[in-house]
């Protein structure tokens, strides 16, 4: 008698706690897949964007989540088990340097997990100086990623060492960014944009944003990529 009216007091408290939590707004589903991407697993990546004038203010901020790409889990399978002496792997040409470049984009473009550039579909140039152009704009390594050892959650930090720049000829809308493991294989000297990309340059994530750009301005852009849950 006594287990059986534990039993049915427990049974009471549930219910009253979980409807205590509904009343408030919260739910057992938006907590368990807000902000995780089905193809990240356990490899998820936030971004933030702080745009400047030219004398420095902060014009705006901008966060969030990126989806980690197929090509993205790809080339960590091969970086992790799959490397060879030739640096290749059976989905993805590796590369030594590490996903630490941080490339930005003005396409038309909406982030999907079959992605393996900035590019839109069926594109094959780097960005313009307009939106729509299809391209990549620019990429800035990191020479110096910051890691953070693992306790079921371990992170690595991908920041702009220098920010993106814009003048008159590229003052435009940034519609993408991405994290890849080689740069551009040309740059304009007078712009510093984007002339030619790698001829193997992998995407490991991407993420669509709108962040208006005028000349002066600077875009900083910091990936922080964790690896595994502390939950």
């Not at 014009?59 to 790809?74: A, P, R, T």
Request: net charge negative; glycine share 12%; hydrophobic share 40%.
């Amino acid at each position: 008698m006594k287990t059986t009216s534990m039993i049915a007091l427990i049974a009471v408290i549930s219910a009253v706690s979980l409807g205590a939590i509904s009343m408030n707004g919260f739910s057992a589903i938006p907590l368990a897949t807000a902000s995780v991407n089905p193809e990240s697993g356990t490899i998820m990546g936030h971004v933030e964007y702080i745009l400047r004038d030219a004398d420095g203010n902060i014009k705006s901020y901008v966060q969030g989540d990126n989806m980690v790409v197929n090509k993205g889990d790809d080339c960590v399978i091969g970086y992790a088990f799959q490397t060879t002496a030739a640096g290749s792997s059976d989905n993805c040409t590796t590369n030594s340097n590490g996903f630490r470049f941080i490339g930005i984009g003005n396409g038309t473009i909406t982030v999907d997990a079959a992605d393996t550039t900035l590019l839109d579909a069926g594109a094959t140039t780097v960005a313009g100086g307009s939106p729509g152009a299809e391209g990549i704009m620019a990429v800035r390594a990191d020479s110096n990623t910051v890691g953070t050892a693992s306790s079921n959650g371990g992170t690595v930090v991908i920041a702009t060492e220098s920010p993106f720049t814009f003048v008159a000829a590229n003052a435009t809308t940034v519609t993408a960014a991405g994290l890849f493991d080689a740069t551009c294989s040309g740059v304009s000297g007078t712009t510093g944009a984007c002339t030619a990309n790698a001829s193997t340059m992998n995407m490991f994530s991407a993420q669509s944003i709108s962040v208006a750009v005028a000349s002066g301005d600077s875009l900083s852009v910091t990936w922080t990529i964790t690896v595994g849950s502390a939950a």
